[in-house]
C-alpha cells in the first residue's frame, strides 16, 4: 500500500469513525480490522468504478454527477 494524506470535513471525519465502528460490530467473522482507512479504500474503488460518470468542474458539481446532494 502506498501512504496517501487527505482532508475531510469535520463531520465527515466523525460519520466516517462511526461507520467503521458500526461495521466492525456488525461484522460476522473475526479476521481483518475494518478502520477508517478500510473504508476511504473502498469508497475510492467506488469512485473508481463509476469514473466515467464523473463530470464536472467543482466539488459539488462532481457530487451531483455520482448523485450525491452538494455540501453548500
Known amino acids: 500500500m502506498v501512504r ?3 482532508r475531510l470535513h469535520a463531520d465527515q471525519a466523525d460519520e466516517l469513525t462511526v461507520l467503521a465502528s458500526k461495521v ?3 461484522r460476522r467473522e473475526k479476521g481483518e480490522r475494518i478502520t477508517d482507512n ?3 479504500r473502498v469508497a475510492v474503488d467506488l469512485l473508481l468504478e463509476r469514473q466515467k460518470e464523473l463530470v464536472g468542474s467543482t466539488e459539488d458539481e462532481l457530487r451531483v454527477a455520482l448523485g450525491l446532494t452538494p455540501r453548500a
Do not use: V
Open 4 to 6: 496517501k494524506e487527505l
Open 24 to 26: 466492525q460490530r456488525a
Open 38 to 40: 478500510t473504508l476511504i
